[in-house]
């Protein structure tokens, strides 16, 4: 494994086990910590009611730990998917790498996602969940995950209907990123940026990757949808020039 990839899986793993070991000494953030540590993943989301009126980062890091814990979501899904960002789409015709990432990177909770609505309308809910705690994590990792998992989800949720209810396909996932609200998919795209991609330190080539295709599409928009436009254009084609 390389250091970069060594480093992320480490970085991953402690958001499920060491969240919160250096943030606070507050017992109701430690009784939180403990019980995810102790409990199964059933019980994830039971771990941190206790903290719910907590606005802190620590508090956040637990609760976007929890959603992903109780997702059955584990470090080796992430370093898995996040190498294949490193490396060129393999969609027909090309895509950006994070489309194969993303291919990956969702929420798919649920037996018929094809013909369940309702089944996949908790799965971006879920995706909102993790994205709206992770980004206030102070965390930059937790940040592009949960980002990654939000447009995934909103990715393969559009795809699911036209599949049979087999898993998405990578040109599935690119032909559903068309479909993505522009609006929707630009405030994620501005949230992450501003979040995760400044000031970054001996940051990995994934990081790297995901941030400088976060930055052109900031760059090639004034307004969410224009933001969302760009990077969506981008996603399909890394050659494509935003208007």
């Known amino acids: 494994m390389k250091k970069h990839t060594l480093k ?7 958001l499920f086990i060491f969240s919160c070991a250096k943030v606070s000494s507050k017992e109701d953030l430690k009784d939180a910590q403990l019980c995810l540590n102790n409990s199964p993943a059933a019980a994830a989301r039971e771990c941190v009611a206790k903290i719910a009126s907590d606005v802190s980062a620590a508090a956040n890091k637990l609760r ?68 709206t705690y992770c980004s206030k994590s102070d965390t930059k990792i937790y940040t592009d995950i949960s980002s990654l998992f939000r447009i995934g989800t909103e990715a393969a949720m559009l795809a699911y209907p036209l599949t049979g209810g087999a898993t998405p396909t990578e040109d ?36 790297k990757k995901y941030c400088d295709e976060l930055a052109s599409a900031v760059a090639g928009g004034a307004t969410a949808t224009a933001i969302g436009n760009c990077f969506k254009g981008k996603l399909q084609n890394p050659a494509y020039v935003c208007p």
């Open 64 to 131: 976007c730990a929890a959603v992903f814990i109780s997702e059955g979501v584990t470090a080796t899904t992430f370093t898995d998917a996040l190498d294949k960002i490193k490396n060129n789409g393999t969609c027909t015709g090309g895509c950006s790498s994070t489309v194969s990432a993303i291919s990956s990177l969702n929420f798919h909770s649920g037996e018929n996602l094809s013909t369940d609505a309702a089944a996949r309308a908790k799965n971006v809910a879920t995706s909102v969940e993790a994205f």
């Open 172 to 207: 599935q996932i690119k032909t559903a990123v068309a479909s993505m609200d522009a609006e929707t998919i630009g405030t994620v795209v501005q949230t992450t940026f501003n979040s995760s991609c400044s000031n970054r330190v001996d940051e990995s080539d994934t990081a």
């Open 8 to 14: 992320l899986a480490l970085t991953l793993t402690s």
